[in-house]
């Protein structure tokens, strides 16, 4: 009796075990696990043209998605795309629902201290954008505006910081699509925004009252993977490197934001 409870106490480990194998995130974390599997699973921003958005069938176009595409080809496997919003980003790496990302993410140190950040694959200017007749020309000149921003956005923090001295209205938007119709509608009398996105949805819309008003940083933007990634993180850096030196990501950048590369920092 005490040795068929023993193997049915076993059976029932088994099976739970096996249960929570299932249930485990089918992430991986080194490059030899992401060939053995035959697939790559990496999360990309939408809504933020040029660098994410979808085309009219509902897929990952732009240049993160040109990027991912590299990565793909010299993995030698699969490509999986998960499209993410910029609040979704890194609590997709952490739950394990890709691999990683390369989502217009910009190393800050606080992200850092959830994530592995790679040196920059990409770069932009980030800027106030407003109606021509909307007189800006500092952050002083913005005293008791209403402004929008992308939730999660690394832009964000530069409202927030100046929320109570400049008695600020920040309204928060799930991408950069988002805020700038929110300025091109009035809902909003300025944004901080990328000046390729701004540039992007100005000319889609056609729109000739909206303008740039003054630009206070660029953002470098990396690839993020989980803390622990250390060998796949350095096979990144060394992709990221390899498509700087050939030319295949000034191409990306030229077909997509309309002008070379810029001189991308290293850390």
Known sequence: MKLLKNLRFAGM???????????????????????????????????????????????????????????????????????LTPPARIPALEAGKVDFLISTLAPTPERAKAVLFTIPYSAFQTGIYAKKGTAIKGWDDMKGMTVGVNRGSSLEHEFVTREKSHNLKILRFEDDSTVMQALFSGQVQAIAGPDAQANAAIKAKGDTETESKFFFGMQPNSMALRKDATELHQWLNNVIYYIKQNGELNKIAIEWVGSPLPVLPTF
Do not use: C, F, W
């Not at 053995?36 to 958005?53: D, E, W």
């Open 13 to 83: 480990a088994v099976a739970l075990g096996a249960s929570l194998m299932a249930a485990l995130p089918a992430s991986a974390q080194t490059v030899a696990e992401i060939v053995k599997r035959g697939t790559v699973k990496v999360g990309v921003l939408i809504g933020a043209p040029p660098y994410g958005s979808v085309d009219s069938q509902g897929n990952a176009i732009g240049y993160d998605m040109d990027v991912t595409k590299l990565v793909a080809k010299y993995l030698g496997v699969k490509l999986e795309v998960v499209q």
